[in-house]
């Protein structure tokens, strides 16, 4: 199971963004002083050290950032492959890594992105993206 | 302007290597320590300052010392990865300058081969993440920052497959290597793809072994027999954990650890008369001879081409085989410092660098997270 490899990690600092993928929303983070976008969840803003941090729904769109197709997979991921792992950047600034999904010959660098919403298992939600043709 | 030549590597040993399924990691350390200690002509008894790296134990250190019987007055456990051991080095030389030991043992010691260590060490604390995507590490990440490489200067599979062809022809000189059957650029991109465009032969290996590394004061280097392997300068910072936070996938921090290494050496680049730069992968190293400012961002592919870095070419790069084909445990630094010391003194039989006075090691660790320089020289 894939949520196993993770929920003990998953607190009240990230829970959240966990939720929120269960309601298709893709929850990233604001500093309210300097105003930039913060993802992955922290409770101080790394770029200017405020603490007034607030929750920013995304709107789910970006670019490719870098991608690598898997052939050699491990544990849960072991009979998927190849499947294509990328980092994407959002339209608020902030990148992520997620899987893409789709024709693998439209995967490229650069390309506009969108989110798709994937229940991988049973009640664990994650962003994967597509891409926008 | 040179630096002062206030600490030096004085002895240097790797432990049996490859396959040891019989030895554990504290005694692949100790085998080591004792050769290093013998290569030096020192005994345990002056060994006044530790230092090693691994997450073989809750607290390394302590359990090394009380295996080897000694009682530091100066300890350092800096786990940075891959470049821990650079970074030791670099540590070692700024206690010896603030006059706080003498002699320090530097050791690593691995099992990944025959026991490898759990996978599980990612913390899900930032890695829940990244995770559930699973991405090999740390294969993927290198990967990653290879597909960027590629789409920004157009660097091609077949330039990163030089450096592994090179690397192999060293290999052929050195009886401890493990892999040792030369090999073409065609055999590089026909090999199974791992993650793309990495392809096995784009990897390290997966070994046993470990290495000891004796940093000595001027003071206690001037009574031995070898000739000291001066610490002329050194570097390190790190810019990121987990691969998305990589500020800029073509750009490591060798860009900071390698200015701040030469500006204390107060040497330039063409100085340089041999480098250990590591190779967990083949895009780690033409990452890190962009950043190290061997040549611009963009032109590593061109620089490496045409087997420069081989026997004969005019930049001898990871002559002892690399973690390409001599020996990888997971944590390789310190074969790099061993080797630049062996080629400083001349020790290096068929492998030599003619006339080799200034080595540059660079080490990188965790997903091209950290980097640590260090430049030696010899009198
Ligand atoms: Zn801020």
Redesign the interface.
Same mark, same amino acid.
């Given at each position: 199971m894939? &949520?196993d490899?993770? &929920?003990?990690?998953?607190d009240d600092e990230?829970r959240p963004y966990w939720n929120g993928l269960k309601d298709k929303k893709l929850f990233i983070q604001q500093c309210g002083d300097c105003q930039k976008s913060i993802?992955?969840p922290r409770s101080i803003c790394p770029h200017c050290f405020s603490d007034n941090i607030n929750w920013l729904e995304a709107n789910g769109t970006g670019t490719i950032?870098?991608?690598?197709? +898997?052939?050699?997979?491990?544990?849960?991921?072991k009979g998927?492959t190849p499947?294509t +792992?990328?980092?994407v950047e959002l339209d608020e600034g902030v990148?992520?890594?997620?899987?893409i999904i789709g024709d693998y010959n439209e995967i &490229? +660098?650069?390309k506009r992105v969108s989110i798709i919403f994937k229940e +991988?298992e049973e009640d664990f939600v994650?962003p994967y993206f597509q891409v926008i043709t | 302007m040179k630096s002062e030549r206030v600490a030096a590597i004085v002895g240097v040993a790797e432990s049996d290597l490859g396959k040891t399924p019989g030895k554990n990691v504290l005694q692949l350390q100790a085998q080591a320590a004792k050769l290093a200690l013998e290569d030096a002509g020192l005994t345990k008894h002056d060994v006044d300052a530790i230092f090693t790296a691994g997450n073989w134990a809750w607290a390394p250190n302590l359990m090394l010392a009380e295996y080897l019987g000694i009682q530091p007055k100066y300890t350092d456990s800096t786990n940075i990865g891959g470049s821990s051991f650079e970074a030791h080095v670099g540590h070692a030389a700024a206690g010896i300058k603030a006059g706080l030991f003498d002699v320090a043992l530097i050791t690593y010691g691995s099992t990944n081969r025959t026991k490898p260590a759990n996978s599980s060490f990612q913390s899900p604390l930032t890695a829940q993440y990244e995770i559930p995507y699973g991405l090999p590490t740390p294969v993927g990440a290198y990967a990653l920052a290879a597909t960027r490489h590629m789409h920004q200067y157009g660097t091609t599979s077949e330039q990163l497959a030089e450096i592994a062809v090179a690397t192999r022809k060293w290999a052929t000189l050195n009886e401890k290597a493990y892999m040792r059957e030369p090999i073409e650029i065609e055999d590089v991109l026909n090999s199974r793809l791992i993650a793309e465009p990495l392809h096995l032969l784009d990897c390290c290996l997966v070994s046993d072994g470990g290495g000891a590394v004796i940093v000595a004061s001027n003071r206690v280097a001037s009574t031995l027999k070898k000739k000291p392997v001066w610490i002329l300068g050194h570097g390190e910072s790190h810019s990121h954990n987990t691969i998305t936070n990589m500020p800029d996938l073509t750009m490591t921090s060798a860009r900071e650890s390698g200015k701040a290494a030469f500006e204390m050496a107060g040497i330039s680049h063409h100085e340089i008369d041999v480098a250990e730069i590591y190779d967990s992968f083949t895009i780690t190293v033409l990452l890190t001879l962009e950043a190290l400012g061997f040549c611009q961002p963009g032109e590593g592919g061109a620089f490496v081409s045409g087997q420069r870095t081989a026997p004969g070419g005019d930049f001898p790069m990871n002559t002892n085989g690399g973690g390409l084909s001599y020996c990888h445990p997971g944590m390789y630094g310190i074969f790099l410092l061993i080797e630049a010391v062996r080629q400083l003194r001349g020790e290096c039989n068929a492998r030599q660098v003619d006339d080799a006075k200034i080595a540059l090691v660079h080490g990188t660790g965790g997903v091209l997270s950290s980097t640590s320089t260090v430049i030696l020289g010899r009198d």
């Open positions: 894939i &949520k490899l993770i &929920k003990s990690g998953i990230s993802f992955y950032y870098s991608f690598t197709t +898997v052939h050699q997979g491990y544990g849960p991921f998927e499947y +792992v990328g980092i990148r992520m890594m997620t899987r &490229k +660098v650069d +991988v994650l | -």
